[in-house]
């Protein structure tokens, strides 16, 4: 099955209820990454091309789930491996 992306009121991406999304593995473990590159959710945001609300709710824990287009987008920002952070979770 295939996620059909949508567009949120907001104007953020969302897949459709049998999308898939992706979610934090660890989210100590990326905190602790982020104090070890002396990175703020700021720089992180910017060098993502993400918005600094989307990273501030994922490493505060309001959020445990994003677009795969903004997993890999963090994860290419940090220079590491894809699937290092995030983990796809499928919907039903």
């Known amino acids: 099955i295939v996620a059909s992306p949508l567009i949120d009121r907001g104007g953020s991406w969302r897949t459709s209820a049998w999308g898939n999304r992706m979610r ?5 473990t990326l905190r602790a990454y982020l104090r070890l590159l002396g990175w703020s959710e700021r ?3 910017e060098r993502a091309g993400v918005g600094h609300a989307t990273v501030n709710h994922l490493l505060s824990g309001r959020r445990s789930r994003c677009s795969p287009s903004t997993a890999r987008a963090i994860e290419r920002a940090l220079a590491c491996p894809p699937d290092l952070f995030f983990e796809s979770e499928v919907s039903r």
Request: glycine residues 0%.
């Open 24 to 28: 934090i593995r660890d989210l100590t």
């Open 43 to 45: 720089a992180l945001a």
